[in-house]
């Protein structure tokens, strides 16, 4: 396992030296910010990452994230100039060192939560979507002020793009993935990169946009398109895991096993029974995952990729970028090293 961290680059509040002085901490999980979705990155943009993770003893060796432009998902406009694009990223990236790359396949917006700031009785906050404060909001109508959507969109845009999904189904975008994912392994696995993609979060249809990296079946399918290696999982443990039709240990056993994992996001959730969840820290007894069980599943396949404490919550009066706070997430690595720890020595002396 190597443990990794999330850095924002320059801008970020929290520095490469603090996250430098987590015990354990060996990459730098990062991208290059100032480039549209479908651009081509620069070499040097990328190299100044490598180069000031290495002044801080950390590697730069995860990619999180190349976006796919909407066109790719939709098959549609410049897409094949855009994937064209997309190898380059992963060629630039390789010659810097990445061997994986994190991405996802999402129609518009990235993750969706109804509320970021969340108070616990303790005093700290985190994120929560609560299927009540969900219900009955009409993206197009209401605004665009859910947290973690891209307000860059205009209302009309946004319109067009939430039909041009609808029509597409789930089956159009199966079949557009299926395009991407046979032009792209091929260039990664060449360059010795791991593509692995991030599930959707939460793991279910929003708003009527079609979602497809949800549950076991939908992930098999999807290691099967390119069978692979380079063709891999971000396992993201928060995000299968805010469906109660997922079996987060089992699935995590199943895949390690197969080494079709190549990053985890490890984080706790607590499901509710109407589907709600919240954010909580990272330890079993805080949500409804057993995170000894998962990372035991990891350890007993002998995983030696990827690993990085998921969002945080925001504790001891810290400000920062939701869920990528210092403090929590810090706790969450050293909890995570704990485990590994134990579970690695208990496997040595079998
Ligand atoms: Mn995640």
Not at 30 to 36: C, E, P, Q, T
Not at 91 to 115: E, I, L, S
Not at 226 to 245: E, R, W, Y
Request: net charge negative.
């Amino acid at each position: 396992m190597k443990m990794s961290f999330r850095w924002y680059g320059k801008d970020d509040p929290v520095s490469l030296q603090y996250i430098s002085q987590i015990p354990n901490m060996h990459s730098i999980v990062s991208a290059v910010y100032d480039v549209k979705p479908g651009g081509v990155w620069s070499q040097e943009s990328i190299d100044e990452i490598a180069a000031e993770c290495a002044k801080h003893n950390l590697v730069f060796d995860v990619v999180e994230s190349i976006p796919v432009h909407e066109d790719i998902k939709l098959g549609r406009g410049k897409c094949d100039e855009y994937i064209e694009n997309y190898k380059e990223n992963i060629r630039r990236c390789a010659k810097a060192g990445v061997k994986c790359v994190c991405y996802n396949f999402m129609p518009v917006f990235d993750w969706t939560r109804t509320q970021m700031d969340k108070m616990a009785p303790d005093g700290s906050t985190s994120l929560v979507m609560y299927m009540k404060q969900l219900e009955g909001i009409d993206p197009i109508n209401d605004g665009l002020d859910l947290p973690g959507w891209d307000a860059s969109y205009e209302k009309e845009e946004l319109k067009e793009l939430l039909i041009a999904y609808g029509s597409l189904g789930e089956e159009g975008l199966w079949k557009n993935l299926e395009h991407f994912l046979k032009e792209v392994i091929p260039v990664a696995a060449e360059c010795g990169v791991r593509m692995a993609i991030h599930p959707d979060d939460p793991p279910y249809p929003i708003f009527g946009l079609p979602r497809i990296i949800t549950c076991e079946k939908n992930l098999d399918r999807m290691l099967a398109i390119v069978d692979s290696p380079a063709n891999s999982l971000t396992f993201c443990t928060g995000s299968l895991g805010c469906a109660s039709f997922n079996d987060i240990p089992k699935m995590v056993r199943k895949y390690a096993e197969k080494d079709r994992i190549g990053f985890l996001h490890m984080r706790n959730v607590l499901l509710m029974d109407d589907g709600s969840f919240e954010e909580r820290g990272h330890l079993s007894c805080g949500g409804s995952l057993d995170m000894y069980e998962i990372t035991k599943a990891l350890v007993d396949n002998g995983f030696d990729g990827y690993v990085r404490p998921d969002h945080g919550r925001m504790i001891w009066g810290e400000v920062g970028r939701w869920g990528y706070g210092l403090y929590d997430r810090a706790l969450g690595a050293t909890y995570l090293n704990g485990l590994f720890e134990a579970c690695e020595k208990a496997n040595a002396k079998k």
